[in-house]
């Protein structure tokens, strides 16, 4: 005899299996300065929708570089509109899709918490470093934006001799972090992701110094009849994942 019991225990299992068939996943590559807050969105992404976001990382432009060689993502968080813009004219991203997630803020960090104790040109001129840690500026958007600080402060060529470059701004983290250049150039948002939690000595750097920062996400060919890469794009402009970014010390436009 069915029991009420059976057929509330029946219904159950059909959602739930009705859900795992239709949960789908999304390959997301992302711009090395958003990983950390990538993370956190995608634990609330996974859980909310049931879909599975998996991310790879690196700089914007080898990103870019991967896809055109048919690498098999679905979306792309780059750390720069150019790059998006370009796939869509390509006819490697949707049509339409493209929009700005995040706008980046630079910063001049050490861990040494004496360091950095003033304006960024003051801590720069003054010479108590032996190396400067930058992204490699032709690939990765924040490496552009340092050469354009240094720049638009008249350091450039005096630093020349110092700088070492990172393939991309984790690299070029990860150069400071460990101190084998004594500060560098890397997003705040690093800088104010948990692991680290703004400890050292940084200076932020006036947004006027250089070009905005807007990163750019888009759905690629690839994904656009995945169900996962749309969800994927629309919880990346919903209220709980902008919380994250902002707390990450992201902007928005």
Do not use: C
């Not at 390959?27 to 807050?37: I, K, M, S």
């Not at 910063?107 to 490699?136: C, M, Q, R, Y």
């Amino acid at each position: 005899m069915i029991t009420r019991i059976h057929i509330f225990a029946f219904i159950f299992l059909f959602n739930i299996f009705q859900a795992s068939a239709s949960a789908e996943e999304v390959r997301v590559a992302v711009a090395t300065n958003f990983l950390a807050t990538l993370h956190e969105i995608v634990v609330n992404f996974d859980r909310d929708t049931g879909h599975t976001a998996v991310i790879s990382s690196g700089s914007s432009g080898r990103l870019y570089a991967q896809i055109r060689n048919g690498a098999p993502f679905d979306v792309f968080l780059s750390a720069d509109v150019t790059r998006p813009r370009l796939m869509e004219e390509e006819g490697l991203a949707v049509e339409g899709s493209r929009f700005t997630y995040a706008v980046g803020r630079l910063t001049l960090w050490s861990p040494d918490s004496n360091l950095v104790t003033g304006e960024g040109k003051l801590v720069l001129s003054n010479g108590s470093f032996t190396h400067l840690a930058i992204a490699n500026p032709k690939t990765a958007p924040y490496g552009a934006a340092a050469k354009t600080t240094l720049q638009a402060l008249g350091l450039w060529n005096p630093m020349k001799s110092r700088i070492v470059r990172g393939e991309n701004i984790g690299q070029t983290f990860q150069f400071v972090f460990s101190q084998n250049a004594q500060l560098g150039f890397v997003a705040l948002s690093q800088v104010l992701d948990p692991k680290i939690n703004g400890a050292g000595s940084r200076w932020d750097v006036p947004v006027n110094l250089h070009a905005p920062l807007r990163q750019q996400a888009v759905l690629l060919v690839r994904g656009q009849h995945n169900q996962a890469a749309k969800a994927f794009l629309a919880f990346v402009k919903g209220t709980k994942a902008r919380k994250i970014i902002e707390r990450f010390g992201y902007g928005f436009e």
